[in-house]
């Protein structure tokens, strides 16, 4: 069979394995794993010293061998958003996976349910919110011939203030967790609160308010399950901008960040929770000068390199640069300050991605950094295994 594009592109990346940061092609996805490194102590200590567990959202790198790397830290296993991806990582070795998201559709059910049959050495989870959504679960289970009591664990999803996905606290939930319960292959796991969109906000009171609520909305649904003689074995959630709160909160028992471990612009804008673990910038896109005239120079990483959505790349270095959107292939860099300087044709830019998680969706590998951005080698290529795995 003869090589693809991709296939060569990849051995090329395979090939820079060794050599000196500045031989990287441009644009690419490099990470500090150094300072990644950092990041992964320093949440794992975190979740150590709380007495929680740690089960990091891998929809953030969508790559096997990190997740495998975050579970020789202490984590738990990990979570993902997609079937498509939970199948993807038990493909690279992941053995604990759980898929935090409603899953409806009949045919990704049945891939799952063909997963579970065929691959017990892994625990899967997965979330539900609807009675529609439990009955679909069981009857894929079915099909696929998975009789094992409590085969798949099954976290019901409440809405902890984002208004999106989850039933509502209370009642509603405690119905969703005994009808879980009257099917023998699913074990009811617990309650999935999760609410995503006061990890941005900026203000550390207006994030404390958020989870306050949410908590609330965990403590009430618990009452309900207690109503019902239902037990609450764990509840699950949180992200990278808030897991100080529901740590404090005593409300939840496990945690979900992802972006710690890479931290992007947009979640270094927010005010940082006092005594919250600080993390680091470790994912970058290597630019370089492509174009330049007397008030601008311009890079060769446009928002086909990187998401966004969360706002537009930060430039790491050199210093003292604004990054202006140039369009899908170009970015566009001016001095912050009137007459400062701008780096000249074929020299390097080191950008910030606004949102890490979109960034890493659009790569087929990220190169992992040893020694420094400046003067380091390059360790090792980390496959995006899960890439475009949308299903
Ligand atoms: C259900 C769930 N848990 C955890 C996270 C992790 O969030 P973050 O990457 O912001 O830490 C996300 C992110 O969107 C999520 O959807």
Redesign the pocket.
Known sequence: MSESARDLRLQRAQALVGGSVADIDTPALVIDLDAMERNLQRMAAFAAERGLRLRP?A??HKCAELARLQMAHGAVGV?V?KIDEALALAAGGVNDLYI??QVIDRAKLQRLAQAVATRPAVRWAIAVDSTEGIERLAAALAVAGVQTPGALDVFVEIDAGQNRCGVAPGDAAAALAAQVQSHAVLRFAGL?A?H?KA?HLRDPAERSAAIAHAAQAVQTTREALARQGIAVPLVT?????SFLLEADSRQWGEI?????LFMDAD?AANQPLPGAPVFEHALFIRSQVMSRSADRAVVDAGHKSHAIDSGLPRVAHPAGLDFANGGDEHGILRPVQPGGALPGLGETVWLIPGH??PTVNLHDVMLGVRGGLHRGHVERVLAVDARGALG
């Open positions: 959202h929809k953030m979570c958003q935090s998201n999935q999760y995503g990890q959630g949180a992200g990278s901008g979900q960040p992802g972006s710690y979640y890490c998680d």
